[in-house]
């Protein structure tokens, strides 16, 4: 068994959801249900100017963190049924724009890009 330490950056449970859509048979729509889990042994950090990467530009008004967790996050995928998972951050909802394995010894990670979510928008 693998001994966490108990290093410098604390690590925390963050609340997130899951969106569900239910469609009929014609692939509409009819019902969208959120599942709540957390993620868990997260750190929190904030994206710099410096690592700002072509896909995170369109987000530059936006509040960007990087969140390093045990917990697999799923991303959306444009054209399909599938939304993001979304984390709650300093009072606010931030949707999973980028999600990759990030190994560090034996206990694997995620290194995983949120974004603020804009409420205005579904």
């Given at each position: 068994?693998?001994?966490?330490?108990?290093?410098?950056?604390?690590?925390?449970?963050?609340?997130?959801?899951?969106?569900?859509?239910t469609t009929n048979d014609f692939?509409?729509?009819?019902?969208?249900?959120?599942?709540?889990?957390?993620?868990?042994?997260?750190?929190?950090?904030?994206?710099?100017?410096?690592?700002?990467?072509?896909?995170?530009?369109?987000?530059?008004?936006?509040?960007?963190?990087?969140?390093?967790?045990?917990?697999?996050?799923?991303?959306?995928?444009?054209?399909?049924?599938?939304?993001?998972?979304?984390?709650?951050?300093?009072?606010?909802?931030?949707?999973?724009?980028?999600?990759?394995?990030?190994?560090?010894?034996?206990?694997?990670?995620?290194?995983?890009?949120?974004?603020?979510?804009?409420?205005?928008?579904?």
């Open positions: 068994m693998a001994i966490r330490r108990s290093g410098l950056i604390p690590r925390k449970t963050i609340p997130a959801r899951r969106s569900v859509e692939n509409e729509v009819i019902g969208i249900t959120n599942q709540s889990f957390n993620a868990l042994q997260c750190t929190v950090q904030p994206v710099v100017g410096g690592s700002m990467t072509p896909d995170l530009i369109g987000y530059a008004d936006r509040e960007i963190y990087t969140v390093y967790t045990e917990t697999q996050l799923v991303v959306g995928l444009e054209g399909t049924n599938r939304k993001p998972d979304e984390l709650f951050i300093y009072n606010k909802w931030f949707k999973v724009i980028r999600c990759k394995r990030w190994q560090v010894g034996v206990i694997p990670h995620y290194e995983c890009v949120v974004v603020e979510k804009d409420e205005g928008l579904l």
